[in-house]
């Protein structure tokens, strides 16, 4: 069985920087596209950035463009968020998810394999 376990959270302070990683277990490669959400207390989960199956193209959500970086390694099954100029309003459960396509999407409707999230947590 395929899981998507990530890991990289912690505890930084604002203007810091982090990096995510999303390893898929269970298989030997993947070329499905795959992205980052995250969902902060008492909000919904929100889209953060996806990759496509070639990670040659690449989404990111307003909030985070220029700050973060979504990269992936087929040959490790590994996805990667690296995240920097953090502000509190980052603060949340970072989850890696997986669509059964290889193109781009933000819905998370659209993706079929969640990994069980990340905390970070941005301090002031």
């Known amino acids: 069985q395929v899981q998507l376990v990530e890991s990289g959270g912690g505890l930084v302070q604002a203007g810091g920087s982090l990096r995510l990683s999303c390893a898929a277990s269970?298989?030997?490669?993947?070329?499905?596209?795959m992205g980052w959400f995250r969902q902060a207390p008492g909000k919904d989960r929100e889209f953060v950035a996806a990759?496509?199956?070639?990670?040659?193209?690449?989404r990111y959500a307003d909030s985070v463009k220029g700050r973060f970086t979504i990269s992936r390694d087929n040959a490790k099954n590994t996805v990667y968020l690296q995240m920097s100029s953090l502000t509190p309003g980052a603060t949340a459960v970072y989850y890696c998810?997986?669509?059964?396509?290889?193109?781009?999407?933000?819905?998370?409707?659209?993706?079929?394999?969640w990994g069980q999230g990340t905390q970070v947590t941005i301090s002031t």
């Open positions: 990759i496509s199956g070639s990670g040659g193209l690449t």
């Open positions: 269970g298989r030997t490669s993947s070329r499905y596209a």
């Open positions: 998810a997986e669509t059964n396509g290889v193109r781009v999407t933000t819905t998370p409707g659209t993706y079929t394999l």
